[in-house]
């Protein structure tokens, strides 16, 4: 009778929950509160070629967003432009790159994932095609824009293939692998795009993605495992309007507030539109029954947790990456040729790092490398903060290795351990969420560096003022008697030394709340991640 009443409630169960572990008959999909079931996956047989396929797009996608910054003096002498209205080839990008993530996860689902990427890859290939002909700035923004459509989408729809594709028990080293195009890229980036613009000429940046995502498309088509789609799954297009009205306000105040001033009422009132827009996102989400993204994921502190140390990640990385070469080209007068060289050595480091950091993942979980990586990039960044006029080759590339050293061990364990606790429901917006944060976060972080700077500086330079009051000493007298030629180099001197100072403090701020990371990342798990942990396998 027993038995009988048993069998009685697994039928009964069947069609809202898995069946208890250890049945062998196949369970219905998996029905839960914070998304719908994902379609089977097929079983993938391998996953070598597709990860490389992935890698390529992801790396491809990233690197134009640090190798164009190179360009832009040349693109402005080229077109004709003033500096504040070429600086929209950056800004249109990154605005169009935040809106269009939301929608990712939608996307890959509607049209199915390998279809999307391919498509991707041909659209991003075609605008970069598009940008390398362009004769005037109007239309290199327009065919930026249209580029940054696929560049904002291929971040979500890699991470996805990747999570459904990889094996549990293989995850980190598959994200370490996955990780070069993430990390590595923005470190290449200003050596590349500084060789193409001193030996050819600024067009070549866009050309060299054409032939990269030719052949990055027909691997894609032959080697990526194909996903069924949901055809008839619903657009939550008012929740994507919310989220893209608040991402597009943030995001363009973050870039304009050093034009325009912090407290300036255009700054403000976008702050608050992104404020009020985000609300009202979240209580859409929360009430509708298809969101464009699944606000409840963040009931799961491990995922919220990674959040945050990838967001203390992200502002170490991209302040050093901003502002070492604006130092050594402003202050030290150096080519970027000679720039991206320096940086070189600490992209090296994360490209034979990176992948041990996987594997070390998968054997001993994402704590202990997420500690030691966030003491490393706290460490490096406070190494740099005391950078000066006269600072050393080695002293920066010293301070840029031990930085990259850490971010190769922690950024792609503390990403894994996040996202590998979410149900394969909500993985793509998990993923969309990881990206966004990586987005926003360095916009903010450089905001924030940009108004410490600023104000640093000006303090710096009134403070130097009162010592080269006229008369206060016979070399200085003697100085201002010769006039604009005695005075020039005196005030560029005094200038590198405030700029070195204001880079200094704002260095120190970004790397002690890196070293604050590391507390948290104590609450990360710990131990083999097949071995007890009860997360979902999205595969």
Known sequence: MTKSLDDELVRADAGADERRAGDSRPAPPRKTPVGDPLPPAPAATGWGLPLAVLITGMFMSVLDLSIVNVAIPSIRRDLGASIESV???????????GVMVPASAWLGARFGLKRLYVALIVLFTIASLLCAVSTGLGGLIGFRILQAIPGGVLPVTCMTILFRIVPKE???????????????APGIGPTLGGYLVEHTNWRMIFLINVPV???????????????????????????FLCIAASLFSLLL??????????????????????????????????????PVLDVRIFKYWPFVNSLMLISAMSIGLFAVLFYVPSFLQDAQGWTPLNTGITLLPQALAMML?????????????????????L????????????????????????????MATGMA????PIMTGGLSVLPPEVADSGSAFNTLVQRVSAALGLAMMTALVQDNSAQYMADRSTLLEAGSSPQLTEVQQQGLTGVLPLYEEVAGQVQASAYGSGFFIAGSLTLVGVFLALFLRSGKPSDGADRPVAH
Not at 170 to 184: C, T
Not at 409 to 412: A, E, F, H, T, V
């Open 213 to 239: 995502g030719i052949l990055g498309a027909i691997a894609a088509a032959l080697w990526l495992t194909k996903f069924p789609a949901e055809k008839s799954k619903p657009f939550d297009f008012i929740g």
């Open 409 to 412: 061990l922690g950024m792609m």
């Open 170 to 184: 293989k995850l980190g080293a598959a994200m370490g692998m996955y990780g070069l195009g993430i990390v590595v």
């Open 353 to 373: 790092l990176m992948p041990f950091a996987g594997v070390l993942y998968d054997k001993i979980g994402a704590r202990i490398p997420a500690v030691v990586g």
């Open 253 to 290: 105040a973050l870039e304009e507030g050093d034009n325009w001033g912090w407290t300036d009422y255009r700054t403000v009132m976008l702050f608050i539109a992104a404020a009020v827009f985000m609300a009202l996102f979240i209580v859409v989400e929360l009430h509708v029954e298809h």
């Open 87 to 97: 600086q929209w080839i950056s800004t249109a990008y990154s605005l169009t790159e």
């Open 375 to 402: 003491a490393l990039v706290g460490t490096g960044i406070l190494l740099l903060s005391r950078i000066n006029v006269d600072i050393t080759r080695g002293e920066l590339i010293l301070g840029m290795v031990v």
